[in-house]
């Protein structure tokens, strides 16, 4: 699955860190959510909140952290990232999460492929549908069995499937939420299914008011 190293979070952020440094790590089973051992690190490898991981790696790389205020800048509220050469600038709301994507982009570009397995996990699975439905209309939707989840104002949400003359409204949104996903079954959809979604997205244009 193809997706923006600027919205890597979770186990697919410390999978891609894991790339970069060379680190093998397998994956543990996904419910309540996959996490990555490396072989030579005592589980689990998180460098996306584990300073003593990915402090290592922002001293080495040379990487400048910056906390940008609300108010005045594109990114208030979040970190930001720059390489040591200037070159390479990411956000995140911690600033761990900043730099290992900004180490991520310097060493792998703007976009990567990860496992299918995470996005098995909702923060995975979000990140894979909320690019796959960047930059598309209102109402352009993901098909899946029993409905849709559908972009509105910028936002990801759920919508179940209506009559073929119905025109959908913001009462039909439903919020994504992780209490929705217990790793068997989430919204009636198993987790295969979850991830054929975005595996293999199906894109429509709901009629709405």
């Avoid at 790590?25 to 959510?33: G, I, K, L, R």
């Avoid at 996903?181 to 991830?195: A, K, L, P």
Wanted: net charge negative; with cysteine.
């Amino acid at each position: 699955m193809k997706v923006k190293t600027s919205e890597l979070t979770g186990a697919a952020l410390d999978w891609a860190v894991a790339k970069c440094e060379r680190v093998t790590v397998s994956f543990t089973p996904p419910e309540p959510s996959p996490r990555l051992i490396g072989v030579e690190y005592e589980p689990p490898y998180d460098s996306h909140s584990n300073w003593n991981l990915g402090g290592p790696i922002i001293e080495r790389v040379g990487i400048g952290l910056d906390y940008y205020p609300d108010g005045g800048h594109p990114q208030g509220g979040e970190w930001g990232a720059l390489t040591n050469e200037g070159t390479v600038e990411s956000f995140g709301p911690t600033p761990l999460i900043a730099a290992m994507r900004c180490y991520v982009a310097s060493v792998m570009g703007d976009e990567i492929e990860v496992p299918d397995e995470l996005v098995a996990e909702f923060r995975g699975w979000m990140t894979a549908a909320k690019a796959l439905l960047e930059g598309e209309s209102d109402w352009t939707a993901l098909r899946h069995d029993g409905g849709y989840v559908v972009t509105v104002c910028g936002e990801i949400f759920a919508v179940a499937q209506q009559a073929q003359d119905h025109r959908y409204s913001e009462d039909d949104l439903i919020d994504l939420d992780p209490s929705a996903w217990d790793g068997n079954t989430w919204e009636g959809m198993s987790v295969e299914q979850c991830v054929a979604v975005v595996v293999k997205p199906e894109f429509v244009q709901l009629a709405h008011v």
